[in-house]
């Protein structure tokens, strides 16, 4: 005779959901007869009110919320006591998420990659150079060059301080990335 412990257990099990309702739980479904158009008072969000530092520093934090949890990362929003600003994270105690940039796809182009000397960014830069007193009589000395948005100086100046003046009026131009100062210091 055999041990009826060791034959499979073949009871109905009465007290487990039926299968449909247990995927669309996986699934985050509600079932029809749960679902309905009217919203909850707990299913509204409600804009989070500004931390200390934010009021403090005056510029309250403007995160757009989706009612749907699921597409607050896609939109680039920050969820409940996340911040992208690293003295709220510090002082607040919320978490940090650093900005991220977006891909950028390789150029195949191997031109595109050599200085080019006559771009509009070039321009700009030279005339921020003009426009300001402390490079103005610089401008005409200088080579600049572009690849992309990193400008490239080269030339001679009479100072130190010149190389810094220059690469600090370059950095404020709208498309620069990255100022390389390869200036000379004549008498150096």
Do not use: C
């Not at 309905?36 to 008072?41: I, R, T």
């Not at 749907?68 to 919320?94: C, F, K, M, V």
């Not at 950095?171 to 990255?178: D, I, N």
């Amino acid at each position: 005779m055999t041990d009826p412990r060791s034959r499979p257990d073949d009871r109905p099990n009465t007290g487990s959901p039926p299968i449909e309702e247990g995927l669309r739980a996986i699934e985050g479904e509600e079932l029809p007869e749960n679902q309905d158009a009217v919203l909850e008072p707990d299913e509204i969000v409600d804009p989070p009110e500004p931390t200390d530092t934010e009021r403090y520093l005056g510029e309250p934090e403007k995160v757009e919320h989706d009612p749907d949890p699921a597409n607050i990362l896609l939109d680039g929003g920050l969820r409940e006591g996340e911040t992208d600003n690293p003295w709220i994270a510090s002082d607040e105690g919320q978490v940090y998420v650093p900005p991220t940039d977006p891909p950028v796809p390789p150029i195949d182009d191997p031109e595109a990659n050599e200085l080019d000397v006559e771009s509009d960014l070039t321009a700009r830069v030279r005339d921020a150079f003009e426009a300001d007193s402390a490079t103005a009589e610089l401008a005409d000395r200088i080579e600049i060059g572009t690849i992309g948005g990193v400008v490239v100086l080269r030339g001679v100046v009479d100072e130190i301080d010149d190389g810094d003046a220059l690469v600090e009026v370059a950095s404020g131009v709208r498309g620069v990335t990255e100022v390389r100062d390869e200036t000379e210091v004549a008498g150096l």
